[in-house]
């Protein structure tokens, strides 16, 4: 584990994710069907959110529809949804030393977040937290018509910003994201989340930190 963020100085753009990476929002994901459907009062599989796990948002509303919501359309029901996460998203806090990250990343270069999480939603999420001005720009994945799965939104952001890749810094917590700018030849930074594939993340990163435990003893 890197114990201070000299290496920094090395990169002038920064790829930044949100969900789990600076934003302690990670519970809330994992365990939102099963949440819906108990707000809903509507018994389900205890494993549903393992399940859910690989799918993506429209996949998962897909699969509850089929299994558990038939009695009104896959319009409606991604709606109810989407109000469900909207009000418990706002909710969501920083992660502990999130903000000074973004504040020693803005120091170095410029910085943009790169989500799967709807625009919307995110903006909302900005301004509850008093972080609205760290960000350069905006990207989402869906507006690009991409994943980061297979490094190619990475790719994309590079074009845009017209920064060589050597001066890019990806900055992230899941693995299959990092597998994907590291197949792409990103430069990786991993920010520990308490994930069960910690060990294959450290692995594959040029760096890993934890924000937490940086920021607490003041480097």
């Keep these: 584990m890197n114990n201070s963020l000299d290496f920094l100085k090395n990169y002038k753009l920064f790829i930044v994710d949100y969900d789990g990476t600076l934003l302690d929002s990670m519970h809330m994901w994992r365990h939102l069907l099963s949440n819906f459907l108990n707000d809903n009062k509507i018994k389900y599989d205890e494993d549903i959110d393992e399940i859910s796990k690989e799918k993506t ?32 998203y706002i909710l969501q806090n920083l992660k502990p030393g999130a903000k000074e990250f973004l504040k020693e990343l803005k120091k170095h270069g410029k910085v943009v977040l790169f989500s799967a999480t709807a625009i919307e939603l995110l903006t909302d999420s900005f301004m509850t937290n008093s972080i609205n001005n760290y960000f350069d720009f905006v990207y989402s994945a869906s507006n690009m018509n991409t994943t980061k799965t297979d490094g190619i939104g990475f790719l994309k952001i590079l074009e845009i910003e017209n920064i060589d890749k050597e001066d890019a810094l990806v900055v ?41 435990e940086l920021f607490k003893s003041g480097k």
Aim: proline share 0%.
């Design 172 to 212: 992230e917590d899941i693995y299959h994201a990092i597998k994907g700018a590291k197949k792409q030849g990103f430069a990786t930074l991993s920010i520990y989340d308490n994930q069960e594939d910690y060990d294959k993340i450290l692995k594959i990163s040029d760096y890993n930190i934890n924000l937490n």
């Design 57 to 88: 948002n429209s996949e998962a509303v897909k699969y509850i529809h089929d299994n558990y919501f038939n009695n009104i359309s896959f319009i409606d029901l991604q709606n109810k949804m989407y109000e469900y996460v909207k009000k418990q």
